[in-house]
């Protein structure tokens, strides 16, 4: 078994909310093993970069924004297919959309608002992970 690695955040939202707990838990119960974790108050630089593909795009201010409201949780996860798995577990980008059963899907909220407050961000593919996991853990 290859294991790989991937960047796991659980959001500001999902901190707020009570949410790191049952997060890590579907990590874990998963079979993923958490390497490394740290609470992170994210600065705009570090969000720039993090976010560096979405530069531009009419909902990166409000992304940011809402990325630097409150303390983050990062995670070093790894496992065989961790990348594709979490983003898998994670479901999708919007939690109206998100499948039941999925972390988004069974615990997003969508406010209506301008950000979708999604609860977790994972990398997607092995460039991203290395990328994501050399600024939260440099
Ligand atoms: P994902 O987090 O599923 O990888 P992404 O990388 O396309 O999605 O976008 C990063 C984050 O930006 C996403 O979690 C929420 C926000 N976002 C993406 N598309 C959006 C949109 N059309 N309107 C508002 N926020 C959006
Ligand atoms: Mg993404």
Redesign the pocket.
Known sequence: MSAEETLILVKPDGVARGLTGEILRRIEAKGYTITDLRMVRADRELLTAH?AE?EGKP?FEP?VEFMSSGPVVAVRASGHRVIEGFRSLAGA?DPTAAAPGTIRGDLGRDWGL???Q?LV?GS?STLSAERELGLWFS
């Open positions: 976010y979405h909902f992304l980008t301008n950000v979708q999604n961000h997607d």
